[in-house]
């Protein structure tokens, strides 16, 4: 049985002091060009730190690109310059004063990479003639959608190149004072478009059998893991399943919960110490019915078959909800996205309600 919220959870040689944890959560606020891009601001940190004053024990940046091709938009946070390692820091010492864990989300975007941000046409493609534009890559030349400029299929020498951008991005947010690495294998971007051969066409040793399909992914770990120091963890964010399988409307070939399993054991035995599990994005046109913790089960299947840690993700809401997921053994922490937004102090309210501890600043204590 797994402790309660606001029990410490120790992975390697770092404990984080409770189980509400904060997932990355694009923010689009970073200046897109110039010295300055991908480089955080003041909003990144007030962002940020609101919710480590308000309790909760590890915190996700963004998505944060490994190279400038690599961002969702132009927008986007980045990690591939001295710049950019540099203001990271005022955000890490922050954190880390309130006694919340800094965690780091590396990132590639591949063939959905050059977008607006979301509330500008819904995110709409920015073409490579367009201001801030650029050609996305990807394992296959597809699209993500009809709308979507069609990407430039890697060669094995750029393969190379990427995997060797995330040890370096991986160098500098260890400089940045980051205490955990996230490599970002979910929701349609470039690892997760190598794993799934809904988007992965390719006919050489990246591509076709599910061994081939994960190389890449594997490849990302370890270089990223022979960069971080054997005393910190290593997490993975991955996409259960892309709903197509599970989709009888649409006979495509998807990455399934099965593979995830699968796939989980790979990464344990190439040291990822928590599977941070999620849903979806691969293709435009999946839906699904989502209910309060529709991605739970997801995790736990992971948990259950490997025993590697794991952290539930999906609806969760409500403070005993988020309390039952983990005693009862389904994850081993949980992120809160929107809710976190809504509330950047859930976890002093949850502490309130269900009886339990977070830390308070210092400059709240009152005589």
Same mark, same amino acid.
């Given at each position: 049985?797994? /402790?309660? &919220? ?24 970073? #200046? ?12 990144? %940190? ?30 986007? &946070? ?14 890490? /010492?922050? &954190?880390?004063?309130?006694?919340? #864990? ?11 990479? /050059? ?52 040890? @370096? ?5 260890? @400089? !940045? ?5 996230? $490599? ?8 997760? +478009?190598?794993?799934?051969?809904? /988007? ?37 964010? $991955? ?27 790979? %990464? ?6 928590? &599977? @941070? $599990? ?12 989502? !209910? ?17 840690? #794991? ?10 909800? !988020?309390? !039952? ?17 809504? @509330? ?18 210092? +400059?709240?204590?009152?005589?």
């Amino acid at each position: 049985m797994s /402790s309660s &919220l606001f029990a410490p959870l120790t992975l390697r040689g770092l404990t984080v002091p409770n189980r509400i944890w904060m997932p990355a959560m694009c923010q689009y606020s970073a #200046v897109p060009d110039g010295d300055a891009a991908g480089v955080p601001t003041d909003w990144h %940190l007030t962002h940020l730190a609101a919710r480590a004053a308000g309790g909760t024990g590890l915190i996700i940046t963004e998505a944060t690109a490994i190279s400038p091709e690599g961002r969702i938009s132009p927008y986007d &946070l980045g990690i591939w310059n001295d710049e950019q390692t540099a203001a990271f820091r005022r955000i890490t /010492s922050f &954190l880390k004063s309130q006694g919340t #864990v800094p965690a780091i989300q590396l990132a590639h975007a591949g063939r959905k990479a /050059s977008t607006e941000r979301t509330w500008v046409g819904r995110g709409r493609p920015v073409t490579p003639d367009e201001e801030h534009g650029w050609t996305p890559v990807a394992p296959s030349a597809e699209p993500f959608d009809a709308s979507h400029t069609t990407p430039e299929e890697l060669t094995e020498e750029q393969i190379g190149e990427i995997v060797r951008q995330f040890a @370096d991005a991986a160098r500098r947010a260890l @400089d !940045a004072g980051f205490q955990v690495a996230e $490599v970002h294998g979910a929701h349609g971007y470039l690892v997760h +478009q190598f794993l799934s051969p809904a /988007s992965n066409r390719r006919t050489d040793g990246y591509g076709g059998s599910f061994e081939n399909r994960v190389r890449f992914a594997l490849e990302v770990v370890d270089a990223v893991r022979s960069v971080w120091p054997e005393d910190l963890p290593v997490f993975f964010r $991955v996409s259960a399943t892309d709903w197509l399988t599970e989709n009888t409307e649409d006979g495509r070939e998807g990455w399934t919960s099965e593979d995830t399993v699968r796939l989980a054991k790979e %990464l344990q035995a190439h040291g990822v110490d928590l &599977l @941070d $599990v999620s849903t979806g994005g691969i293709v435009p046109d999946a839906r699904i019915e989502a !209910a309060p913790g529709y991605q739970v089960p997801f995790a736990e299947a992971v948990r259950t078959a490997t025993g590697l840690p #794991v952290a539930a993700v999906g609806l969760i809401t409500e403070p005993a909800q !988020a309390q !039952a997921i983990l005693t009862e053994g389904h994850a081993d922490a949980v992120l809160l996205g929107r809710e976190l937004l809504r @509330d950047p102090y859930w976890a002093r309210h949850a502490a309130a309600e269900l009886g339990g501890e977070v830390a308070t600043p210092t +400059q709240y204590h009152r005589a």
